[in-house]
């Protein structure tokens, strides 16, 4: 006599139906965590405050804030330097939060691989 879904056509068996439902849950809720992460802003300052630079969950640039101070015509390189090392911060920031939802969604598995060397 044949398990239940011991042949192919046959069903699924018990444990692999609830696996299915487990992994559809798991799905709606990643998808509700990449919502709400997009719908954040992360702020990084640079430079005691001279830029601020401002994205979205989304990884756009929303905002960048300059104090006059650091509008220096004759310095622009250092200006450069301090927006793309704010905006720099500001996507670390994403990513951090990005890899926390995950890793308490996935249980710390460390994404699909599961930390496995292949």
Avoid: H, W, Y
Avoid at 9 to 25: I, R, S, T, V
């Amino acid at each position: 006599m044949a398990k239940r879904g011991g042949f192919p056509g046959m069903g699924m068996p018990g444990n692999m139906n609830n696996l299915m439902k487990q992994a559809q849950k798991m799905q709606r809720q990643m998808e509700e965590n990449q919502k709400a992460l997009e719908e954040k802003e992360f702020t990084a300052t640079v430079g005691g405050g001279a830029v601020e630079v401002t994205i979205s969950g989304k990884r756009e640039v929303t905002k960048v804030k300059l104090s006059e101070e650091a509008v220096d015509p004759d310095d622009i390189e250092m200006l450069e330097d301090m927006i793309a090392a704010a905006t720099n911060e500001a996507l670390r920031q994403v990513e951090s939060e990005s890899a926390a939802v995950m890793s308490k969604l996935t249980g710390g598995l460390g994404g699909l691989g599961g930390g496995l060397p292949f």
